[in-house]
């Protein structure tokens, strides 16, 4: 996926950093419901982000905010989806397990939108693609109606899950500082029937 030369992404990466990304001489305006506008001390606004940024070792996905946003509803289905393989598996109910476990199977659309997801990454959109393909057995144990198989593939899904939680996080950056980030020119209207 790396068809940009590494060194040339890292530099462009660390420009966007220079350039102020983000947060930097834009003060976020954060204004308490039923505060009237009280002026945001600008040189501040930022400080608990980086503070934050310092304190996170994974490493960034660049992400626009409606990017982020689509992520983390993914993220509230992928759980979603598990708690219903383990509610399925309970109750050996195992239609309900190949219900769950299509909603984060792989599939085309699946690997173009963890594409799209981990284009300023590295790894993000392996790490994204092999989760899927774990989640692949899941469906295929339910279907053999071995509840052991299920746990397992259930674990070894959810292992993939932690590995990633614990190697990334997200990075909101505005759509020029996304763009020199992944390399990328168009804009991403994700959660609009994809692209
Ligand atoms: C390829 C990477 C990757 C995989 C695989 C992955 N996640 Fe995530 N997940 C993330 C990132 C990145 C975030 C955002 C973390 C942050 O806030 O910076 C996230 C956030 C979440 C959140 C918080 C959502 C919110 O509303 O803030 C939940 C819940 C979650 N993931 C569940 C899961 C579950 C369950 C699985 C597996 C079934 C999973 N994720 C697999 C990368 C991944």
């Given at each position: 996926m790396s068809s940009t030369n590494p060194i040339i992404k890292c530099t462009m990466a660390a420009l966007a950093v220079l350039l102020g990304t983000a947060c930097e001489g834009k003060p976020t305006p954060t204004r308490p419901v039923g505060q009237a506008a009280a002026p945001v001390a600008s040189s501040n606004a930022c400080q608990p982000i980086s503070e934050l940024n310092a304190l996170d070792p994974r490493r960034p996905v660049p992400l626009q905010p409606m990017m982020a946003w689509h992520q983390k509803q993914n993220m509230q289905q992928h759980l979603g989806a598990i708690q219903q393989i383990i509610d399925g598996l309970?109750?050996?109910?195992?239609?309900?397990?190949?219900?769950?476990?299509?909603?984060?199977?792989?599939?085309?659309?699946?690997?173009?939108?963890?594409?799209?997801?981990?284009?300023?990454?590295?790894?993000?959109?392996?790490?994204?693609?092999?989760?899927?393909?774990?989640?692949?057995?899941?469906?295929?144990?339910?279907?053999?109606?071995?509840?052991?198989?299920?746990?397992?593939?259930?674990?070894?899904?959810?292992?993939?899950?932690?590995?990633?939680?614990?190697?990334?996080?997200?990075?909101?950056?505005?759509?020029?500082?996304?763009?020199?980030?992944?390399?990328?020119?168009?804009?991403?209207?994700?959660g609009h029937g994809g692209h």
């Open positions: 309970a109750r050996q109910d195992w239609e309900e397990i190949v219900r769950a476990s299509a909603r984060i199977e792989s599939s085309p659309q699946m690997q173009q939108m963890c594409e799209h997801m981990g284009a300023g990454a590295d790894g993000f959109t392996e790490l994204a693609l092999d989760f899927h393909r774990r989640a692949d057995a899941i469906g295929e144990a339910a279907q053999a109606r071995d509840a052991q198989a299920v746990l397992r593939a259930t674990s070894n899904t959810l292992q993939a899950c932690t590995s990633c939680h614990a190697a990334y996080r997200q990075d909101v950056v505005d759509a020029e500082t996304w763009r020199a980030r992944t390399g990328q020119t168009h804009d991403p209207a994700m």
